[in-house]
């Protein structure tokens, strides 16, 4: 089992984030340290292993519990990267170039929906006799014979409608 635990550096601990890893198995071990500035974070967060980075998380809760005017521009930089960039939970679902692919793919559905259409309707048979012009023409004359609607409708005193007739 291996222990983690923030090393105290020569050089100030503001500026750096030290691991030291300390194993239990035995005397011959070797212990090996690695030094993260905490000015470029935000470029090696993604490649730090899991150790390093809960090592700079506990860093910078430590030196945020100190008054944050005596934090420098880096280490406030770093604990707000930490704390809310784009990693973890809040890292991007989707890979860059996605929403193009979303989007032509999109596009071709449309495509094949409107090739669909097409040809559905190209084996559709003749729309019916009563769609005609000359038929609705008719049928306005016929209302006219049977005096339909007299109040509001086709039938009615100065009535300026198209009555049957749709097109």
């Known amino acids: 089992m291996q222990a983690i635990r923030l090393a105290r550096p020569r050089v100030s601990l503001r500026r750096l984030a030290t691991t030291a890893q300390v194993p239990t198995s035995g005397p011959s071990s070797s212990v090996t340290a690695s030094v993260i500035p905490l000015s470029n974070v935000e470029a090696q967060w993604e490649k730090m292993s899991q150790s390093d ?3 700079v998380h506990r860093q910078l809760e430590e030196l945020q519990k100190k008054d944050w005017k005596s934090l420098s521009l880096d280490e406030k930089k770093a604990a707000y990267y930490v704390a809310f960039g784009p990693h973890g939970p809040r890292a991007s ?5 996605q929403g193009l692919k979303v989007f032509l793919s999109t596009l071709g559905l449309v495509g094949v929906a409107g090739l669909l ?3 559905i309707r190209s084996r559709a048979p ?3 006799k009563t769609i005609t012009r000359e038929w609705e023409e008719a049928s306005n004359q016929r209302a006219l014979e049977q005096k339909m609607n007299p109040i509001t409708g086709i039938s009615s005193e100065g009535y300026s409608g198209k009555g049957f007739v749709t097109k």
Not at 93 to 97: K, R
């Open 53 to 55: 980075q809960a090592v």
């Open 93 to 97: 679902v989707s890979p860059p170039g």
């Open 117 to 119: 259409t097409l040809a």
């Open 126 to 128: 003749p729309p019916p």
